[in-house]
């Protein structure tokens, strides 16, 4: 999330920059794991390329977290990633702006 070139895609491809870490969700219910695999299958997403082909590349799904928040689902695009995982960025630090702690809950509402 730090280096420059992945600083840039983001911004030109979500609009804004991405403070330099991700919040990592768990998918825990089989309702949730239903929904995050019909935005992966049904929705194009945001493309993020490498510049070198030795990064992996990434898709991004633009939501509002918790309602009041806006961010990105980061999708990296390589073998063997936990299907119940995901990963979310926004241009602030998502654990101090939403208060979370690990373990809590968060509510992503998927807008493009």
Do not use: H
């Not at 990434?58 to 977290?65: K, N, P, Q, S, Y």
């Amino acid at each position: 999330m730090a280096l420059d070139w992945v600083q840039k895609a983001l911004r030109d491809g979500l609009g804004f920059s991405p403070f330099p870490a991700t919040l990592n969700l768990r998918l825990e219910s089989d309702q949730a794991m239903a929904v995050w695999q019909e935005v992966k299958s049904e929705m194009r997403g945001i493309d993020i390329i490498p510049p070198d082909p030795s990064f992996c590349k990434a898709r991004c799904f633009l939501v509002e977290i918790e309602g009041k928040q806006k961010g990105a689902v980061l999708l990296p695009e390589v073998e063997g990633y936990p299907a119940n995982k995901v990963e979310v960025i926004a241009p602030v630090r998502l654990k101090d702006e939403l208060r979370v702690r690990d373990g809590g809950r968060v509510t992503l509402e998927f807008t493009g």
